[in-house]
């Protein structure tokens, strides 16, 4: 599968501009506070009345660290007092209480991660705490059903504590790595040793984790095209079953942290895209396939697997085997998504508090789709997923001619078939290998919301 992906420098450079990631459609930007309690609630029982209910997914927020990693863009809280820590969780566990109520008893959690922040922040005391109170809130599918995953900082866990998560529940682990370049951790604060994620991984399989991933970031201070190489190196030397390779967005006029980065160690933007360049020959060289956006699995994987045969998914979380389900976003910020409505919980703790305190969801803001939203969903699901949509398809589950109401689109997308990104044929559009780098430019042209100049966005490549 190495020339799966084709990377075109003079294309890349061409379409990489700024653009959604479409873990949604509408994305973020389209949620409103007109979209409140009430409407999550109905869609909620909405949920429970359809004839074959979804099962359920959740994603918790911890938002708390103890130290700033300076390139971090996430809500997140910088701390040392744990009892910060234990006083959310016992607001956490509320909602969850209040959110298990909406959901019939039938329905079992197949899916549930844990992002931040820091999920580790908490002790393995807290989070089988935690994870009592969803069981008892969701009822946990059997142990042969569930994709139960978190976030892990190498700094935070020693291999017992590894083992220890294994027993409470989880079986994906998600490593944070960056970069194992010694200069460029002291650049961003976060310096951690080869030595401790390679301890942690050995732990985690001997542990019985069925899937390990390892987040890297390109486009970091001081990188360099031959330090990052030596880093993908280490990596595929652990093996992991996944590998996240995220581009770096620096918008120090957005993020504060980012501030603390010197602007002479940030790397001219046509290293960016050399990074980019190692890192696909590298990782496919290794036998990893490209799964699309920053994500690459062993050909054995799950994600390997399912792009194979055509059940590959998006959910907020990114590429997964599980995402048609009811997602429940629990704690600040998180998103959920249920039925045809988004949702997404307030921002500060306070408010979180406040909000619980009298009894009420957390729910900031949302959006419920209508037919032309679920259309443009799931041709922009198509794309993500699959690199290809088939109008047929689209035809029969939508009551639609597809060269009719997407003519502007099709317009659109010639340019693209020009540079062989694409093909336009008569039932389909299928992506190509020097698209595949390119998908989201490529869904794009189905976004009805986009505006031209809408610069909120990271870059596409």
């Not at 036998?287 to 994987?301: K, Q, S």
Request: net charge negative.
């Amino acid at each position: 599968m190495k020339d799966d992906v084709l990377f075109d420098r003079p294309l890349v450079e061409k379409y990489d501009r700024p653009g959604p990631r479409y873990t949604s459609y509408p994305t973020a930007p389209q949620f409103h506070t007109a979209f409140a309690e009430d409407d999550y609630r109905a869609a909620a029982e909405r949920s429970n009345r359809v004839a074959s209910p979804k099962p359920l997914s959740a994603y918790i927020h911890i938002p708390f660290c103890k130290s700033l990693c300076y390139y971090c863009a996430c809500n997140k809280i910088i701390t040392h007092n744990t009892e910060r820590a234990a006083e959310y969780l016992d607001w956490l566990k509320h909602e969850i209480n209040l959110q298990g109520k909406l959901f019939d008893e039938s329905r079992r959690m197949t899916q549930l991660h844990l992002g931040g922040g820091t999920p580790t922040y908490l002790n393995n005391a807290q989070l089988a705490d935690l994870m009592a109170a969803l069981d008892a809130a969701f009822h946990f599918a059997p142990p042969e059903a569930r994709e139960f995953s978190l976030e892990v900082d190498p700094r935070t866990v020693t291999p017992e504590q590894i083992h220890e998560l294994y027993a409470v529940g989880f079986n994906r682990l998600s490593f944070g790595v960056q970069d194992f370049d010694p200069e460029v951790q002291e650049a961003v604060n976060r310096v951690q040793s080869e030595a401790q994620v390679v301890e942690l991984v050995k732990a985690a399989r001997d542990a019985g984790f069925q899937s390990i991933s390892v987040d890297l970031i390109y486009g970091l201070p001081l990188q360099t095209v031959a330090s990052f190489d030596i880093t993908l190196a280490k990596i595929i030397a652990l093996r992991p079953d996944r590998i996240a390779t995220y581009s770096y967005a620096h918008l120090p006029e957005l993020f504060k942290s980012q501030r603390l980065i010197r602007p002479e160690d940030m790397p001219p933007p046509e290293r960016k895209l050399e990074l980019l360049e190692l890192t696909i020959q590298r990782l496919t060289d290794a036998g990893y396939v490209y799964i699309g956006m920053d994500h690459f699995a062993l050909p054995e994987d799950e994600l390997s697997l399912a792009r194979e045969n055509g059940t590959l998914q998006r959910n907020f979380q990114g590429y997964s085997t599980h995402a048609d389900c009811d997602l429940i976003g629990l704690g600040i910020t998180a998103i959920g998504k249920v039925g045809d409505t988004y949702s997404q919980n307030v921002k500060e703790t306070a408010q979180y508090q406040h909000r619980l305190e009298s009894g009420r969801l957390p729910v900031m803001r949302g959006y419920r789709l209508n037919d032309d939203d679920r259309l443009r969903r799931d041709v922009i699901n198509a794309l993500m997923c699959h690199g290809r949509v088939e109008f047929d398809d689209i035809e029969a589950r939508h009551g639609v001619t597809f060269r009719e109401i997407f003519a502007d689109a099709l317009a659109h997308l010639e340019e693209m078939q020009r540079d062989e990104l694409l093909a336009i044929h008569a039932d389909a559009i299928e992506v190509l290998p020097a698209g595949r780098l390119m998908m989201r430019n490529v869904a794009m042209a189905f976004d009805a919301y986009l505006k031209p100049q809408e610069g909120r966005f990271s870059r596409t490549v």
